[in-house]
């Protein structure tokens, strides 16, 4: 079989890009950094990749907000070749800043609307006003609309590393459509998976979102970093472990969600 | 070119955080009128744009449509009043504002194309009845730093800097008298002595000219303590006995004895070289950034790690920064702002600025910072310490440089300004109320992004083999850079060739401009062209600026005019050697403690567990990302809440490898006072205890050093720093740990009118490891009631500059002492059973001794413990309990154990000081037992807990 091919897209201040890259390996893909400016110049093409991975960092150094200049970049340049890659059902994956960018070029929560409303949330300062590095829980909340979380446990254990990763929607109606559609794929929540709010939501974000899908779960946004947690070395009490030498990480099985979708429908 | 000002700011309802941070640090102040702070982005856009244009890129980039709100016609309506201050606050002219690159090129992105700057400034608007003198207490302490800044006012002229027209210079040297030499290196900034000057003299008069400024420049900058070493390297006569060069007598010699062959570069690079696996070597260097984070804490720590970072970009022929690790030493944070010396920051201004600082750039280069370590004393108050450590790793093949005749001489990354000129020679300078308003070049912002693009960018060149030798421009800019690599070749440069932030910069200025995140590189002429497609690909510019030669001769130009023409053998072998003096009077510490012992010490160990040197650094720890790259094995907090103090740091560089990296630092400055030689001592065996706590060996462990010394004009200052020095020695030899790389800051006093304060002599021993396996690593955290708990290694009554005392109001006392023989035999054997896995946890006793270790292991693993204090192995006659509590004798670890391993445990340790004090209970109490069996602590994890973490909180306004 041949192995799904993800580019995973760089710039000025990505960071996060070989982990990334090395999280689709394990994961069965084949991948490729490819910096912006090879794309918009098309010596690069995005239709020779079946998944787009946005990994984190600090894109243009977080200029003027998260993941803006790379949003309004992609926006302006590359705008219709991402449209068309989603319409190929081909998954797409944002992390962290990856996230960001997709919120506000609007590509999530849903492409269709931007054209009418303009973006439809953002992902702003932390409550706490500052960078927070720490692992988190995550409650699984979609159904399985998402197909980068098919076949994934209820709970899992991720790290976020961010100072602007507030969910705030633009207002009542974007959340209930989120809720209705079921594109909320997952919620800071303690380690039982039964208590929310502060303080397992680190940073504040309306109705405790840690990451959504779109309308079709193809694309997925998070602000944790499923990349950080492959191997159960990674774990931050892996020496409390019962059987560790089983386990790797919980956040792989997004990548192999991912993989296997565009094995078999791309 | 026009202007227009766009003015952005959060919606009404949605929590703004940075208003609400402002005031809270207001009320910090004692300020209590204040009812609302309003915070407004400003952006001043300037060039030929239309209206629609503006408009698109106020809403379209400048502005979130969700949370924020933006007026780019005539701003928002504030109205001042008695009761409503306005103050806008913006970077000084020169200054770099980040923004500025990002914002164009999203004007460009959006098809904008005539915007040609962009700067963004802060406006303030806060409500409540203030005084004037409360207002400008705000604007001045919290709201900006005129080293940096300025308050907008409002009719700011836009002055376009001219170019320069070239006008030959030069300064009269040939004539001036010692009193005018004097002057000259004063009023020049240069800060070299009378020696010097002649020397300088002497060799112009041999030309029969005068200096020009860019020759005199590259001179005090190449001959500068900070890049000469010129203490260290020097001769000292120590208590009446010549040593020729004190550092390569004591810390470089130890490596030459030692003669490891895993260590592949030592002290010659930008930082030291060993081995890591077949295929790859790893570096490491820590420098510190000490008077620019003192006047800008901000900037001066965000340069201090940019600039470490450049280190091991430039070593060999470049690596892969993989880890920072950063330390701190500051004043108390909690002081009173009435006793904070004039022309000094408060120290908590200080720590939260330096810490957002390192924040910012080393998240932003995709670093993890996994370790590190902070420091109190009132001494650092005006002289704040910051130092900052890079590990980088490399494929071997790329672990030299080599220049030849012919290279061009090619400066890639950021454009020169007039940024930080004069750093080389400033840090020789005492800080003084006054420098914060002469020396304000010197201190600057960095950019991280361009710094990355650099790394990127830099990385993928050397992989392709396109340069043969590269450095980074740090201290002293271009001149120390071109003058280092071409030592043994010559070179000429053309100043105008140099990349500008903007016009008017003189050719001396663009010589030593210490502007950031820029590297020089030697190319061949063939592999030009490649390496510039290379750099445009990742958006970085690259310029040729001059060659090499084979003269032997620095040779610089600006246009047709020759400016500078010297040996390169004056430039680095002409400084005259002076032997300094140096003293050390052996000091009779008492031996007795001036209190009697108590009846119960819970109240003790819970004010030492809230000493602002033990207590929880969680609120700092967090803000650095300690997960980017995937590698990290062993956290800087551990346990199953993630918030217990690990001891050394394990990263795994390669995903795909069970190999890891160690790394760990010891400092303790408060034992300085007594004996500088048991201090460095002592950081030398903490560093290692932590290496081997984690599960490392001492096989392939090699050392740093970072000497911060007051004035060693003064002999009795220069006498310890020398005693510290042969501690190293000794220390190092036994222990098998050569140094590889080190850095000395040597004039770290405060002038706080006329009134000097010296800052104890602080040596931070950093050290690195290699490890096969991380799978054999251990945490710190107890993990499993019914665990036996034991003491390895011997307290002795050793209480002088401990945590104890210092609550107790005690200062003097017995040094602990290291005795390097036995702590490396008890050091390879505690490795030993924790390779072969007999060892649940195991915790280094620093800071506040057995009792404050014990404490950490039982609230981060959240279980409790009943100890008998009199199984602890103590030196004969030790017998008072809170000696035994509370001694912070070095070479000693608290180590949890199974039942099913007590017995190989036992056996295996045979040779070494071990006592069974203990086991780990399901009841989250500690219990203590004095020598009667009496309890002489009894309190619960969580009140432990409580008091180590609570004075961050308090002091950061944190929920609990």
């Known amino acids: ?266 | 070119m026009k202007f227009a000002r766009v003015e952005v700011r959060d919606k009404k309802g949605v929590f703004d955080a940075v208003a609400v941070g402002v005031k809270r640090d207001i009320r910090d102040l004692g300020i209590n009128g204040v009812s609302e702070v309003e915070y407004i982005c400003v952006y001043t856009i300037g060039g030929d744009f239309s209206r629609e244009e503006l408009s698109r890129l106020s809403l379209g980039v400048l502005t979130d449509m969700i949370s924020q709100e933006c007026d780019y016609a005539s701003g928002f309506n504030v109205e001042e009043s008695e009761n409503v201050h306005v103050v806008e606050v913006a970077y000084n002219a020169g200054v770099m504002d980040p923004t500025s690159e990002s914002i164009i090129k999203a004007a460009k992105d959006s098809g904008i194309q005539g915007i040609m700057s962009a700067r963004s400034s802060k406006k303030y608007i806060i409500h409540g009845k203030l005084s004037k003198e409360e207002f400008v207490q705000i604007t001045d302490k919290l709201l900006y730093n005129k080293v940096i800044q300025h308050i907008v006012s409002e009719k700011e002229e836009k002055i376009m800097p001219e170019p320069y027209k070239f006008k030959h210079e030069e300064i009269d040297i040939m004539s001036a008298d010692d009193e005018a030499l004097l002057e000259l290196s004063f009023s020049g900034a240069l800060y070299l002595s009378l020696a010097e000057m002649k020397a300088i003299k002497e060799y112009f008069s041999k030309l029969k000219r005068n200096p020009t400024p860019c020759e005199l420049e590259t001179i005090a900058q190449t001959w500068s303590e900070h890049c000469k070493h010129k203490t260290m390297m020097g001769a000292v006569i120590y208590n009446g006995k010549r040593i020729e060069n004190l550092l390569s007598e004591t810390v470089m010699k130890v490596t030459r004895d030692l003669n490891k062959p895993w260590c592949v570069s030592v002290f010659k690079d930008n930082a030291g070289i060993i081995e890591f696996d077949s295929k790859h070597n790893i570096c490491f260097k820590v420098e510190t950034h000490n008077h620019p984070s003192a006047l800008e804490p901000y900037g001066g720590a965000e340069t201090g790690i940019g600039g470490v970072i450049r280190d091991p970009l430039g070593t060999g022929l470049g690596s892969k920064p993989i880890i920072n690790t950063d330390i701190f030493c500051f004043g108390l944070p909690d002081m009173e702002a009435l006793d904070v010396p004039k022309g000094a920051l408060h120290p908590k201004r200080v720590l939260k600025g330096v810490v957002s600082g390192v924040r910012d750039y080393g998240n932003k280069m995709g670093i993890p910072t996994t370790n590190g370590a902070v420091c109190f004393d009132p001494r650092y108050t005006g002289n704040p310490l910051v130092f900052c450590g890079n590990v980088g790793i490399m494929p071997k093949e790329f672990s030299f440089k080599q220049v030849s005749e012919g290279d061009l001489i090619v400066s890639v990354g950021g454009r020169t300004g007039r940024d930080g000129i004069h750093g080389a020679t400033f840090s020789s300078a005492e800080l003084t109320s006054e420098s914060e308003i002469c020396s304000g070049s010197a201190v600057q912002i960095g950019n991280p992004i361009t710094e990355k693009k650099v790394a990127d960018a830099l990385l993928k060149a050397r992989d392709l083999k396109l340069y043969e030798a590269i450095t980074d421009c740090g201290a002293g800019g271009f001149s120390s850079a071109v003058g280092e690599m071409g030592e043994n070749t010559g070179a000429e440069v053309y100043l105008e060739k140099a990349p500008l932030k903007y016009e008017g910069l003189k050719p001396w200025e663009i010589w030593v401009s210490e502007a950031q995140e820029r590297m020089v590189l030697a190319v061949k002429e063939k592999n030009l062209e490649a390496l510039k497609n290379v750099f445009k690909d990742e958006f970085v510019e690259v310029a040729v600026i001059g060659k090499f030669t084979g003269e032997k001769k620095l040779r610089l130009y600006y246009e047709e005019h020759k400016v500078a023409d010297l040996d390169m053998d004056f430039i680095h072998n002409g400084l005259p050697r002076t032997a300094r003096e140096a003293i050390w009077e052996e000091k009779e510490m008492p031996s007795d403690i001036h209190f009697p012992e108590k009846e119960d010490y819970t109240e003790d160990l819970l004010k030492i567990l809230s000493d602002w040197n033990v207590c929880s650094k969680e609120w700092i720890i967090r803000q650095y990302d300690h997960e980017v790259q995937g590698g990290s094995v062993l956290k800087p907090l551990v346990g199953p809440n993630c918030d217990g103090p690990a001891d050394a740091s394990v990263t795994r560089p390669f995903l795909d490898s069970p190999k890891g990296i160690v790394v760990s630092n010891g400092i303790n400055p408060a034992y300085a006072d007594i004996d500088p030689y048991w201090m460095a001592a002592s950081a030398i065996d903490e560093a290692l205890r932590q290496i081997v706590a984690v599960g490392g060996t001492l096989k392939k462990v090699a050392l740093l050093d970072n000497f911060c010394w007051g004035n060693t004009e003064d002999p009795r200052q220069l006498g310890s720093l020398v005693r510290a020095s042969e501690a190293c020695y000794r220390m190092a030899k036994v222990f098998g740990t050569p140094f590889i790389s080190g850095k000395d800051s040597l004039n770290n006093e405060f002038n706080a009118d006329g009134h000097k304060i010296s800052i104890p002599p602080t040596l931070l021993i950093s050290a690195i490891g290699v490890i096969d396996d991380v799978d054999k690593t251990i945490s710190m955290d107890i993990k499993r009631s019914g665990n036996l708990i034991y003491v390895v290694g011997k307290t002795y009554h050793e209480m002088g500059g401990s945590r104890y005392f210092a609550v107790n109001g005690q200062k003097l006392g017995l040094p602990p002492k290291v005795d390097p023989e036995r702590s490396l035999s008890l050091m390879e054997k505690l490795s030993e059973v924790i390779q072969e896995g007999l060892v649940a946890s195991a915790h280094d006793s620093s800071e506040g001794g057995l009792a404050v270790a014990l404490s950490e292991m039982l609230f981060a693993g959240g279980y409790g413990a009943r100890i008998r204090l009199k199984e602890v192995p103590v030196e004969e006659g030790v017998t008072r309990e809170d000696v035994i509590l509370f001694s912070e004798s070095n070479s000693r670890f608290i180590v949890e154990v199974s039942p099913e391993n007590k017995e190989m445990f036992e056996k295996k340790m045979n040779s070494v000081p071990v006592g069974l004090i203990g086991e780990v209970t399901e009841e989250t109490k500690l219990t203590v037992f004095g020598n009667e069996e009496n309890k002489i602590i009894e309190t619960d994890i969580d009140t432990l807990k409580e008091s180590w973490k609570k004075p961050f909180r308090k002091l950061m306004h944190e929920e609990s």
């Open chain 1, 1 to 266: 079989m041949k192995k799904a091919k993800v580019i995973v897209l760089r710039t000025a201040g990505t960071n996060c890009d070989m982990e990334t890259a090395y999280a689709f390996e394990l994961a069965g893909a084949e991948t490729e950094l490819v910096h912006i400016n090879a794309l918009v110049e098309k010596r690069k093409a995005l239709r020779e990749y079946q998944i787009l991975a946005i990994p984190g960092g600090f894109t243009y150094g977080d200029d003027v907000a998260s993941g803006r200049i790379l949003a309004n970049e992609l926006r302006s340049k590359l705008e219709d070749d991402l449209v068309r890659f989603i319409s190929k059902n081909k998954p797409v994956i944002g992390i962290c800043n990856g996230f960001q960018v997709l919120i506000k070029m609007g590509l999530l929560p849903s492409a269709d609307k931007i054209a009418d409303t303009g973006v439809q949330a953002t992902l702003t300062l932390n409550d706490s006003g500052r960078f927070d590095s720490r692992w988190v829980y995550l409650k699984k909340t979609g159904s399985e609309k998402c197909i980068w979380v098919k076949d994934f446990p209820d709970l899992v254990t991720i790290p976020i590393a961010h100072a602007e990763g507030k969910f705030v929607p633009r207002g009542a109606d974007v959340l209930k459509d989120l809720q209705d559609n079921e594109q909320i794929v997952f919620r800071y929540t303690d380690k039982t998976g039964k208590l929310f709010g502060r303080p397992y939501n680190p940073n504040g974000s309306i109705d405790d979102i840690a990451g959504i899908c779109d309308t079709t779960g193809r694309v997925l946004g998070l602000m944790p970093h499923p990349e950080r947690h492959i191997s159960y070395l990674q774990h931050p009490n892996w020496r409390r472990l019962q059987n560790k030498k089983h386990k790797l990480g919980t956040g792989l099985e997004i990548f192999r969600n991912g993989v296997k979708y565009a094995e078999k429908y791309v």
